[in-house]
């Protein structure tokens, strides 16, 4: 487990996620929502894999948030959130090269339909 002097130095990270963890919930619900329900069949596939982004995200943030509160993580159930959270962390990095990925792909299907100058706005 990790030291007093561990925890001290990070004693203002539970404040930050609650902060971020409301907003990382409403972002994915809004995205959630508009894919189901605003956005055509067309649009569904790309946003509802990107959609696992905000979900993570929200994931990740309620994790740390409790994580960071229950430091210095003595107990079993506190190191068994650590790990979920170390797992979360993890899983964070491949899931923005993917989103990366998706966005890139995307651009490049639909880069042959814009106007030479409105492409150049966009690479400005």
Do not use: N
């Amino acid at each position: 487990p990790p030291s007093s002097t561990f925890c001290d130095k990070y004693s203002y990270a539970p404040f930050v996620y609650l902060v971020m963890t409301p907003v990382w919930w409403a972002l994915f619900a809004i995205w959630a929502w508009k894919t189901y329900t605003r956005w055509t069949a067309q649009y569904r596939p790309i946003h509802s894999l990107l959609c696992a982004v905000p979900a993570v995200q929200f994931l990740h943030s309620l994790l740390s948030l409790i994580a960071f509160s229950s430091c210095p993580w003595s107990k079993t159930r506190s190191v068994v959130i650590a790990v979920f959270w170390a797992l979360a962390t993890g899983l964070k990095g491949p899931l923005m090269l993917q989103a990366l990925l998706l966005v890139a792909k995307g651009w490049c299907i639909t880069r042959d339909e814009l106007r030479q100058k409105l492409q150049s706005v966009l690479q400005c």
